[in-house]
């Protein structure tokens, strides 16, 4: 690779030093040292003005090599990892290096074979570069910081091409999602907005049971899901959504798990640094999963939001909150895995195990191995470690994670990359097993597969009943309030006895 120069660049091309990034690159045009007139082919143009977009600044180090550096998370300069641009005003076999040369982490995934993402106007389907194209080292040029590197050969001249770190799943996408969702008029499945974020996008929750759990009166167990409190850990949506897909799909496990338990999915706890592009923190620089503790209703609105439900239903003693899960993606690790609590009450430690062991034995590409149980203190705030110490004993608090490169299949060595489809595989796979941990499996036999009916067949018969509960759109209450500490509810049945679930 080509020395660099350590002169100024020319007039143009100088964009700050890597502490002044500030902002996303927008059409920026990279041209040759004392070149002038207009750009021609093969003048890149660089963008990352779009939504989830990252690439703060280009430097050129030769007429083959770039240097690219990540824009640091907003208010936050200490998270850069996630990059998302284009690269379009290209010459057919053209060849390039980028370095991305300010990554935060040390730790990657990269030195086992990960590689960036691409895909072009004429390609729209996302592909992993081969990794041989791909090198992850220490580099003296830039602090010795790490510099991951790839070669690319740009070969249709009429294409935008786009890199990114892993799959982009948008805020935009995710609403769209939801709209065709909401269209469906399904009777199991209500989304409802329990809040907005700061720069007041929405905070959507969803809510797929049989509407007969939904009556004034009924004893519910919930099971509660949150993804994307990390904007960057993109893997956390399309696990979410495979989630989300087979609960209301009629497939009849997915009706039997309908019929027995209510699922509150709260799929984008982080919708502005999603859609800023941040890899880890909020619009105003906060990593959200460090507040659970007194999250503020004004510079933590999602959170504070979600918190107080989870509170209004601990309280609820018609409600048994059964399992908490909160998704994200791992940079350093193979696998599907989870992280949970340690107990003093062995017995309660040791059926916290049973979920994750479900699991491996249901998804290849889960690793129960992988999976620990910890008390750290820097991870105090997280929602795992708070809600394990408020809920009572029947409950289950988890982190579930999910590589941003690959699996390994028990006896084989060979790392599997992930798709988007393996990650949705995931997530379906993870709401399966709770068939098997109530041991429901039994009932799926008896389960005809009925035409899903409308909610306007069914609302005649709701029409005198009281909306159910948690059905507003926001909820109200001071975090001063909350318990601290494991409760003393009295429940009527204890439903999170394994030997006898119901």
Known sequence: MAERSQTAPEAGNDMGNDDAIGGNVSKYIVLPTGYCGQPKKGH?????????????????????????????????????????????????????????????????????????????????????????????????????????????????????????????????????????????????????????????????????????????????????????????????????????????????????????????????????????????????????????????????PTLHGVKQLIVQMYNDPKTSLEFYIDIHAHSTMMNGFMYGNIFEDEERFQRQAIFPKLLCQNAEDFSYSSTSFNRDAVKAGTGRRFLGGLLDHTSYCYTLEVSFYSYIIGGTTAAVPYTEEAYMKLGRNVARTFLDYYRLNPLVEKVAIPMPRLRNEVEAQRKKEKPPPYKHPLLRGSASNYPNGKGDKRRSVNHKDPSNPF
């Open 44 to 300: 890149l143009i660089f963008d990352a003005c779009f939504e989830s977009g990252n690439l703060g600044r280009v430097d050129q180090v030769s007429e083959f090599e770039y240097d690219l550096f990540i824009r640091p998370d907003t208010c936050n300069p200490r998270f850069r990892v996630w990059f998302n641009f284009t690269v379009e005003n290209v010459k057919e076999s053209q060849r390039v290096i980028f370095n991305i040369v300010n990554f935060s982490k040390t730790k990657s995934l990269y030195r086992d074979g990960m590689a960036p993402m691409v895909k072009s106007t004429s390609r729209p389907k996302w592909q992993r570069l081969p990794p041989k194209n791909v090198y992850y080292y220490r580099c003296p040029d830039h602090r010795k910081n790490y510099v991951m590197s790839f070669a690319f050969c740009f070969d249709r001249e009429e294409d935008i091409y786009q890199f990114a770190y892993c799959y982009p799943y948008t805020y935009t996408r995710f609403q769209h999602y939801l709209d065709s969702l909401q269209k469906r008029n399904l009777d199991y499945f209500f989304r409802e907005q329990l809040g907005q974020s700061v720069q007041q996008r929405q905070l959507d929750l969803l809510t797929i049971t049989s509407p007969d759990n939904l009556r004034e009166g009924a004893e519910q167990k919930v099971v509660f899901i949150t993804g994307r409190v990390h904007p960057g850990e993109t893997p956390s949506s399309f696990v979410c959504q495979g989630i989300i897909d087979f609960l209301i799909s009629q497939h009849p496990i997915a009706r039997v798990l309908r019929e027995h338990l209510v699922f509150k999915i709260a799929p984008m706890l982080n919708p502005d640094g999603v859609y800023l592009g941040n890899y880890r923190c909020s619009l105003m620089g906060f990593d959200l999963n460090r507040h659970w503790l007194d999250p503020s209703p004004w510079a933590h």
